[in-house]
T-cell receptor, first 113, second 114 residues
Framework: AAGVIQSPRHLIKEKRETATLKCYPI?????VYWYQQGPGQDPQFLIS???????DKGSIPDRFSAQQFSDYHSELNMSSLELGDSALYFCASSADRGGNEQFFGPGTRLTVL | AQSVTQLGSHVSVSEGALVLLRCNYS??????LFWYVQYPNQGLQLLLK??????LVKGINGFEAEFKKSETSFHLTKPSAHMSDAAEYFCAVTIYNQGGKLIFGQGTELSVKP
């Protein structure tokens, strides 16, 4: 079965650079969620999209922005990167934004030097 | 607001022993509850979920959990631990029809000794 695809899997950036993370949801899933997991931490909700519109917003810094495109893939754009942005970024998709089940991608590990 | 507390950041059991990972939730409305497992450098895999149907939920790999409203708990159990169960386990909560975002507990690292 098709799963959530995230690219790239690993990304190394310098401070103050920008990064773009991509997420391709499971076919026919119209809801995408982004989470950030710092080292040794639990995943924290950043932002979600339903039918290409922002659905909910969590603890996402103003330096970050995201969108969902017409093919339902989503991109998380991160600017002015800081050392503290180093983390594992997960994307999850769902066919039911009511909260029934989310399927997680393998994550993008971002390292900021 | 919803929250989840996992008691014990690290649990160690012997192979073949009972696994018990504790999760308590706080929610003003009936919650949906989940257990996810994360192996090193991998994503989150759903073990099981409670979505207001049967209170005893069976999941993959022999795990099960029981929703106890009176105790606001959703503990994860497995009768006999395998070495392959060693991983990080997260309990998570969401509220139906409020967007679906998951609120995670702090995680419990399970070690299995031979």
């Amino acid at each position: 079965a098709a799963g959530v695809i995230q690219s790239p899997r690993h990304l190394i950036k310098e401070k103050r650079e920008t990064a773009t993370l991509k997420c391709y949801p499971i076919p026919r899933h119209d809801t995408v969620y982004w989470y950030q997991q710092g080292p040794g931490q639990d995943p924290q909700f950043l932002i979600s999209f339903y039918e290409k519109m922002q659905s909910d917003k969590g603890s996402i810094p103003d330096r970050f922005s995201a969108q969902q495109f017409s093919d339902y893939h989503s991109e998380l754009n991160m600017s002015s990167l800081e050392l503290g942005d180093s983390a594992l970024y997960f994307c999850a998709s769902s066919a039911d934004r009511g909260g029934n089940e989310q399927f997680f991608g393998p994550g993008t590990r971002l390292t900021v030097l | 607001a919803q929250s989840v507390t996992q008691l014990g950041s690290h649990v160690s059991v012997s192979e073949g022993a009972l696994v018990l990972l504790r999760c308590n939730y706080s929610s003003s409305v009936p919650p949906y509850l989940f257990w996810y497992v994360q192996y090193p450098n991998q994503g989150l895999q759903l073990l099981l979920k409670y979505t207001s149907a049967a209170t005893l939920v069976k999941g993959i790999n022999g795990f099960e959990a029981e929703f106890k409203k009176s105790e606001t708990s959703f503990h994860l159990t497995k009768p006999s631990a395998h070495m392959s169960d060693a991983a990080e386990y997260f309990c998570a909560v969401t509220i139906y029809n409020q967007g679906g975002k998951l609120i995670f507990g702090q995680g419990t690292e399970l070690s299995v000794k031979p």
